[in-house]
């Protein structure tokens, strides 16, 4: 019966050395890193309207590339523009407010977006590029209004889906 306790004990001595070296190996194995991402994201310019469906958080900033506030002050939903297959066409939502969106990413691979009120006259642009290693998830630049030229910094947010 020792013998057999003995066998035991060294047979779960040598399982749990193997086992501890199993673990340390699969952590010291490369995990991808931020340039990783940034690598295999798509050149703007040359994705479909389709990947900008959806729904987008807008906030407004400060200033040009300030921080975020928390809370998103308004919502923009996009899809397909059935009347421009390379665009997209939407709504914003902000403070009990609706109104029109339409647009794509340009040739130099910015979101352009023009707003309306009515759906026909255009109240206000969006204009600006992709932050780099974003994968065409964000994007940062100046809304303009129409009527007084008046200018602000946002950012938009693509929502994930889960």
Not at 20 to 38: E, I, K, M, R, S
Not at 94 to 115: K, R
């Amino acid at each position: 019966m020792n013998a057999l306790y003995k066998r035991l004990r060294i047979a779960t001595f040598l399982i749990a050395i193997s086992l501890d070296f199993t673990l340390a190996y699969g952590q010291n194995q490369p995990q991808p890193g931020p340039d990783d991402a940034a690598a295999a994201c798509a050149d703007p310019r040359a994705l479909s309207a389709a990947h900008f469906y959806g729904r987008w958080d807008v906030y407004w900033l400060d200033a040009p590339g300030a921080q975020a506030p928390a809370t998103p002050a308004a919502e923009l939903r996009l899809g397909p523009n059935p009347e421009h297959p390379d665009s997209v066409r939407g709504t914003l939502h902000a403070g009990g407010e609706t109104a029109w969106i339409a647009g794509d990413v340009d040739e130099d691979g910015d979101f352009a977006l023009e707003q309306s009120a009515d759906g026909t006259h255009i109240d206000a642009t969006w204009i600006g590029p992709f932050t780099e290693g974003s994968c065409a998830h964000e994007a940062r630049g100046i809304w303009t209004r129409a009527a007084d030229g008046l200018q602000r910094p946002y950012l938009l947010r693509q929502r994930r889906a889960w």
